[in-house]
């Protein structure tokens, strides 16, 4: 499956990362809202070849880059912020743990449907588990934009900043 590029950090140049992860927020919203017009029109119009190509796209990116963002929040954001506040992370991490059993889901459904284009069961099936993954997904974005890195900015000094930035780029970490 074919996954729409991430953005990469110049080599040498230190990112903030809350701007980072706040624009791949962004990115996940225009795919999540793709994510819902193409499986639904599917669902409710049947199959063209346009929603497939745009529903195929989405899928890739929610399954794959989103999986991965939440994973660099778990690795490199979460454990520094919890020295400072216990809490709100725990509730972010349970959100990750549904979210990565709804992105297989997603998956499976979305390869039923690749196989059978015509099955509106199938075509039903995605839809359905595409609109549960946006509005957990959605509501997850907002508290992080509005609750969690709000804090970050407030209790974390410019060591511990650096220190998300540096575990974000760590080798072996994909960027
Ligand atoms: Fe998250
Ligand atoms: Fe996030």
């Known amino acids: 499956m074919k996954t729409a590029p991430v953005r990469k950090s110049a080599p040498g140049r230190r990112i903030d990362p809350i701007a980072q992860f706040m624009q791949e927020h962004d990115e996940t919203l225009v795919q999540l809202s ?4 193409s499986s639904r029109s599917i669902a409710e119009d ?14 890739a990116f ?5 999986g991965f963002h939440n994973k660099r929040e778990e690795e490199a954001l979460f454990p520094v912020l ?4 216990e809490g709100p992370t725990g509730l972010m991490r349970e959100e990750h743990r549904t979210l990565k059993k709804e992105f297989l889901r997603l998956r499976k459904a979305f390869g039923r449907l690749e196989l059978h284009h015509e ?13 549960g993954i946006v509005q957990i997904m959605v509501n997850h974005i907002h508290k992080e934009n509005h609750i969690l890195f709000p804090l970050v900015q407030k209790f974390l000094t410019k060591d511990a900043l650096r220190e998300i930035a540096r575990r974000m780029t760590a080798p072996g970490t994909k960027i």
């Open 46 to 59: 049947g199959f063209t070849a346009d929603a497939f190509r745009r529903l195929h796209d989405a899928v």
């Open 34 to 37: 793709a994510l819902n017009k």
């Open 62 to 66: 929610v399954a794959e880059e989103v």
């Open 82 to 85: 919890e020295r400072y506040v």
């Open 119 to 131: 099955s509106k069961a199938a075509a039903t099936e995605v839809a359905l588990v595409a609109r």
